[in-house]
Nanobody
């Protein structure tokens, strides 16, 4: 089972990026999924989560209104559209899949993790 995060890169403040998380080895169409991030010297923090169908989403206050999480169960892939990026969004972004079907902000709810993709926002 593998989650492969991609789409990170260097972008200027105010710019946009779209992250993807492709799953292989099993289907996650019944599982909640989420994005987390970890900046240098800081703990991993919740960014956004989505339930199994994509009908319910949840965001950290710091990204609400700027980021949009979505999923395509037919492609076994989750996305994170990031707009109006700020230097404080700089971090390694990780995708994760939970055992349950709802959306979760807690790290311990997630059993499968991708390897991370680096997002750097310059001022």
């Amino acid at each position: 089972v593998q989650l492969q995060a991609s789409g990170g890169g260097l972008v200027q403040s105010g710019g946009s990026l779209r992250l993807s998380c492709a799953a292989s080895g099993r289907r996650f169409s019944s599982n909640g999924m989420g994005w987390f991030r970890q900046a240098p010297g800081k703990e991993r923090e919740f960014v956004a989560a989505i339930n199994w169908s994509g009908g319910s989403t949840y965001y950290a206050d710091s990204v609400k209104g700027r980021f949009t999480i979505s999923r395509d169960n037919a492609k076994n892939t989750m996305y994170l559209q990031m707009n109006s990026l700020k230097p404080e969004d700089t971090a390694v972004y990780y995708c994760a899949a939970a055992n349950g079907g709802s959306y979760y902000s807690m790290l311990y709810a997630y059993n499968y993790w991708g390897q991370g993709t680096l997002v750097t926002v310059s001022s």
